[in-house]
Every structure is written in structure tokens, then in C-alpha cells.
């Protein structure tokens, strides 16, 4: 498997905010209220993976106190990293394209609040899309003595 690039993130961010963007435009007075929810669940998931993240190096690595890992549990870490990096960066991208679109229309009350919301919720899939990139990291084989020179 091999690392995810930031540049496929970031394009796939553009690409889903123009097109959430071009959808939101003729329909969003149907749409319903974004739920605030998904910001404080979206933060825990990007502090459990940077943690697991923190700690699969450390174990990686052999430091004191720390148990050896399991190959297979990390090839599994680092499928949910790459995993969590692509769904997050398409989730940022759709609340990116709404936000876009309600910054348009902030002397309304609802779309300020829903533009608030969006950019809190872009925020925080873009920290799990970092949170992602460290686990992935950490999940890679360190080098050897001899590689190293």
C-alpha cells in the first residue's frame, strides 16, 4: 500500500465543495438545519486516531513499557488511517461547498448560523484528515540501521 499524498486530498476537498456548491445553490431553501453533532464527533475521532497514532509509534518503535505490536493490527490502523483520510476529505469538502454558499447570505440569521456550523465542521474533518496522516505515518516500518546511512 502507499502513504496517501496530500495533493489527491486536497483536490478531492475542491472537487466535492464545487459540486456540493453547485447542488446547494437551486435547493437550499429545502434543506434542513446543519445538526452542529458532527463537530465534537468528528474532534473525538481525530483525538483517538492521533493518540493511536502516538501510541503505534511508540510500540513500533520498542520504546520502554511499551508491548510489541501486532503486524496484522497494524495494517489494519493503517487502512482506517487511509480510509479516514479519504471520507474525511470528502465530508470537508461538502461542508467547504456549503459554507461557501452561506457566506453569501450572512445578514440572514439561519444561514449565518448554518455558515458557523459549516466552517466548524470543515475545521474538524480537516483535523481528522491529519489525525489520519499521522496514524498512517505511524504505522510505517522503520528504517534499519543500515537503510538510515
Known sequence: MKPTRPAILVGI?????????LVVRPIYADLPVIPWTA??????????EAYTGWMTKARIDRKPDTE?????AV????????????????????????ALHTVQL?????????????????AAFVALIGAAL?????????KSPEEKT
Open 68 to 72: 510489541p505490536v501486532e503486524p496484522l
Open 106 to 122: 450572512l445578514t440572514r440569521e439561519t444561514p449565518r448560523g448554518e455558515f458557523f456550523i459549516a466552517t466548524a465542521s470543515f
Open 134 to 142: 499521522y496514524l498512517e505515518h505511524s504505522c510505517r516500518i522503520p
Open 75 to 98: 495494517a489494519r490502523l493503517a487502512a482506517l488511517a487511509k480510509a479516514s483520510a479519504y471520507a474525511g476529505a470528502a465530508f470537508a469538502g461538502v461542508f467547504a461547498g456549503f
Open 39 to 48: 463537530i465534537p464527533t468528528v474532534l473525538l475521532l481525530a483525538i483517538g
Open 13 to 21: 476537498v475542491v472537487v466535492v465543495a464545487l459540486l456540493t456548491l
